[in-house]
């Protein structure tokens, strides 16, 4: 009878054991399924954010007139030297390096000049500013009437356009090559000597 009762006892205690071994596994399995889950929502919200390269955005936001002549003579000229700001903004989440790069600017679909600058970085999440001079002449354009009846009323329209191009580069791992296009109008006040109205896409 006592060794029933020992027996039972002990299948009993064996049962437990193997229970409390069955809760443990599930236990731990819930950590890993839970620790997975935790990882993957992190990996994919990092790739949505860090890892998404985006193109840069370029702008020119303001440009200063350093000196201006204009005549509506015959052949009505302008000559115009000014000092152009240009912003380029980086969203990413590492730097971005450009090439050398050239603003044209035109009257009437006819380039009047271009804007150069150098080789440089924009610094992760940041926008860099820059000053550029470029002169702008009325050599290149020919038998053109609009131009003398712009100058007469004061008023220049002009545009520029340009493209930046370089990488971008993440954690010193990843690098991926980006653009941004920028087009821009503008008028300039021959009379106050300023530009105003810059509209850029």
Not at 3 to 24: F, H, I
Not at 48 to 73: G, Q, W
Request: hydrophobic residues 40%; charged residues 25%; glycine residues 4%.
């Amino acid at each position: 009878m006592a060794d029933q009762q020992r027996k039972t006892e002990m299948e009993s205690a064996a049962e437990v054991s193997k229970e409390l071994k069955r809760k443990k596994r599930v236990k731990l399995l819930v950590y890993a399924l839970a620790f997975a889950i935790f990882q993957t929502i992190v990996i994919l919200v990092f790739s949505l954010t860090v890892m998404r390269i985006k193109n840069p955005k370029f702008r020119v936001p303001s440009i200063t007139v350093e000196d201006l002549r204009a005549a509506a003579t015959n052949p009505p000229y302008f000559n115009i030297k000014l000092n152009a700001q240009v912003a380029i903004k980086n969203t990413n989440f590492g730097h971005f390096k450009f090439q050398n790069t050239t603003i044209s600017f035109d009257y009437g679909g006819v380039g009047v000049g271009d804007a150069l600058f150098a080789t440089g970085r924009s610094k992760a999440r940041s926008t860099k500013k820059m000053n550029v001079a470029v002169e702008l002449n009325s050599n290149n354009i020919l038998n053109n009437s609009n131009l003398q009846s712009e100058i007469e009323s004061g008023f220049l329209a002009l545009t520029c356009h340009s493209k930046l191009s370089g990488k971008v580069q993440l954690m010193k791992l990843i690098k991926k090559k980006k653009s941004a296009e920028m087009r821009c109008a503008m008028v300039v006040n021959l009379v106050t000597k300023a530009i105003q109205d810059i509209k850029c896409q």
